[in-house]
Structure formats: C-alpha cells, structure tokens
C-alpha cells in the first residue's frame, strides 16, 4: 500500500485529529512539514488554492479536509466508523458543530502564557507577526461567524460540561471510538496539552477520555522532506475514479471548488469524478503531471468557470 503523506504543522489542531487517527488504526505514515501560514508554494503546487492544514497525499491523490482524510483512513485500516459520512445523522450533525463553533471557541479560549511560550520557541517574531495577521485576515473574510473573544470561554466551558454528561462509556458515541471523538479531541488537546489550561480539570471523565485518545499515539510516522512529497506525487498517476462517480454532468468541465465557511480561496480544475461524499478535480501541474484533489462535499462549494 503507498504510504500516506500528511502535510501538516506540530500545532495545528485538525493536523492533531488525524494524527491521533493514525494512531488508532496503526497506519504507516510519512510526515511532510508545512509552515504556520501561508504562503507554502509546495502545497499549492499539489492542492491549488486550497490553504487550510491538514492535507494528505497518497501518490498522486490529494485529500483536502480532515473529513476525506478520515475517510481515507477509514477505508484503509477497515473501520468504517471513521468516515464521517459512515456515522449516523446525529453523529453528523455533532461533528459539523464541533469542527467549527466549537473548534474557534476552544481556541480563542484557550490561549495561555504556555502557549505563548511555545509559538516563541518555535516561530520569529516576524513570523508570528505574519501568522495573527493571516488568522485575522481569515476571520474577517469568513462567511460564518465566529464566536467572539468574550462568549468563546463560556462556550467552550458548556460544550465541555456537554462532553462530560455524554461519556456514559469508554468513547463519545459507544465503547469504540468514531469520528467524533476525533472531532472533539483535537480541541480539547489544544487546550489542556498545548496550551496547558487548568479549564478542564474538573471534569474527570473528559480527563480520563482524553487520556485514552492521547494513548492512541501519532502511530508509525516517518518525516520526509516536503520536497519528496513532490517527487511521489510527479512519480505517480492518479487512482481511477469508478464509472459510477463519472456521471454528473459537470464532469469534465472547468470548476472552481472551496470551503464555504472560512479559508474560502478556492482550487481549479476540471471535474473529474463525483460520488456521493466528494468531489474529485483533475488538475494539470507543470513538472508533476495530473493530480486529483478531493474535497468533502458538505461544507464546500463548487462553481462552474
Ligand atoms: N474543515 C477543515 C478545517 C481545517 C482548519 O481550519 N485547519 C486550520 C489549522 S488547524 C487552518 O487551516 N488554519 C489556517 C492555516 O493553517 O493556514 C478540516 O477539517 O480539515
């Protein structure tokens, strides 16, 4: 099986959440480092304009969003459960909550002085200057709203408490975990274990939970230079995309897909396959030949050019 290739930086929250994922399943995984913010040339090269982090690559097959990755994941380790569109309706419903009001609750509320600590040890002043710039910039072109700095801790708080009555059993959702507890980790691992914060402390059993999904590790993971990521993606073609996901009528025509909520800068290509959970586009890469990048369907927009 090729290995996949997770682009992706040490404090990225939904980098966290398919690293832990990888963890669980026990995938072999290359790790390939991309910067804080953009601009990272090497990630528009494979993904186009798509900014956010984390994308994964598998040969010539780019998945961008946590939610195809998973899916991926979930089809290569044999657990269906991790592929969001596999959970039941209220899973779903939880999950685009906690991916996203939760998600900015959690980190505007969790800033601390470790935290502060850890970007200086790892970021230059100039970069961290380039990095609230880029967040800000991102925040004012959002099309959702995004919970503001005051009500984000009181939120943050209640959605614990929620996490806390819903353990009933070992995982969120049962005794094995599923894509929601993926979902609701990466913002809580933000809190309690990079930004140190005592804001959990007094919920034992959102404790113990996070105990047992930190235990699951980052897995197998090899890092590589992001450089090779091209190499293996210029050295393969793209897998074929089934007769069945060739039949919407927009495929092989130009579009333009991009999230709908925040980072909103959208990718070009020409539709190459269609099934029920994504869109794949088939983009032309000068010196890496054609790339199909995934994207989720929910959530995300496509445009005819
Ligand atoms: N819906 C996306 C959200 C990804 C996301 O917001 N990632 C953050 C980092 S944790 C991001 O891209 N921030 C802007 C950036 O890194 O440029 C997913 O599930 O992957």
Redesign the pocket.
Known sequence: MTDLILHH?PM????E?VRVMLGYTQQPWLSALTR???PRPLMEQLAGGY????VAQIGADIF????T?AAEIAARSGRPELALENCSAEVQAYVAKV?LDV?FACILAGGSKKLNQKVRQTMSWLDIARFFW??IN?GRKASVKIVGLREARPKALEHIAQVEQRLQQDFLFGPQPNHADFSTYHSLWFIRDLGESRMINSFPKTIAWMDRMKAFGHGMCREIDPQQALEIAKNATPRPIAAEHRTDPLIGKKVRIA?A???QVPSEGTLAGSTPAQWILAREVKGLGTLHVHFPKP?FMLTPV
């Open positions: 930086y990225s929250p939904f980098s959440k804080e913010m953009p900014r956010k982090i984390p961008c969003d946590s939610r990755i991916d998600f880029d967040r991102m999230p909520d925040y980072g959530g």
